[in-house]
């Protein structure tokens, strides 16, 4: 949670520090396609069955928008999906496909550019995120839970990449993040009791796309 605070304040003073934007141009718009890495398995199991409940990687999309209020700051506002497959590991449900979590991050982060000359434009960033996530449940888990879903949380997102400039107007961009989550899924079984498993996801996300400069 202090690391949490410590990067709220960050992006806050480097947000507000300067509020006017560069001149034209200095704005861009892009997309990545993503890689979620990383896992993460239940703080507990199933009920008397023994078998915990997993997340696993899966591929995403994103969009961003940046904006430059100084030189070598630059501040990146994103949205973006991935699909986490659930299963089942262990115990009398061993193997039990559990569908899908769609987790959309809504990130801001601040970003240092160091002032180099070339084609190449690196970076690192600090920010936050906010997971909002939805899950779809496969036909096996629904005869299972007569509901079942994954809470949202707010978390810090540690980033690094470089830009690579083809002309005027477009980029190439590859970039790598460390974007927190910590879920609490709720399954409330078919005779109504309610069980709460705690996930804790440290996923590395791999990007690469093309930026459009106006």
């Known amino acids: 949670m202090r690391r949490f605070h410590l990067a709220c304040i960050v992006v806050v003073i480097l947000l507000i520090g300067n509020p006017g934007f560069a001149e034209k141009g200095d704005t861009e718009v892009g997309f990545r396609l993503l890689w979620v890495t990383g896992s993460a398995t239940s703080a507990g199991t199933i009920a008397d069955t023994g078998s915990s409940i997993t997340l696993s990687s899966g591929p995403g999309i994103e969009f961003d928008w940046v904006l430059w209020?100084?030189?070598?700051?630059?501040?990146?506002?994103?949205?973006?999906?991935?699909?986490?497959?659930?299963k089942t590991s262990g115990g009398s449900l061993g193997g039990l496909d559990g569908g899908t979590l769609w987790r959309i991050p809504l990130s801001a982060v601040a970003q240092y550019r160091p002032d180099l000359y070339g084609s190449f434009d690196p970076y690192v960033g600090l920010g936050v995120v906010?997971?909002?996530?939805?899950?779809?449940?496969?036909?096996?888990?629904?005869?299972?839970?007569?509901?079942?879903?994954?809470?949202?949380?707010?978390?810090?997102?540690?980033?690094?990449?470089?830009t690579y400039t083809l002309n005027l107007r477009w980029s190439a961009n590859l970039d790598l993040r460390y974007m927190g989550m910590s879920t609490t899924g709720t399954f409330t079984d078919i005779d109504g009791t309610t069980q709460n498993l705690d996930f804790k996801l440290d996923p590395w996300v791999i990007g690469l796309g093309f930026r459009f400069r106006y």
């Open 69 to 86: 209020p100084l030189d070598e700051l630059t501040v990146e506002l994103a949205v973006g999906a991935s699909a986490q497959p659930v």
């Open 130 to 162: 906010y997971n909002l996530n939805t899950y779809a449940e496969s036909s096996a888990y629904q005869e299972l839970f007569s509901r079942a879903g994954f809470s949202s949380d707010l978390n810090v997102v540690v980033q690094a990449g470089v």
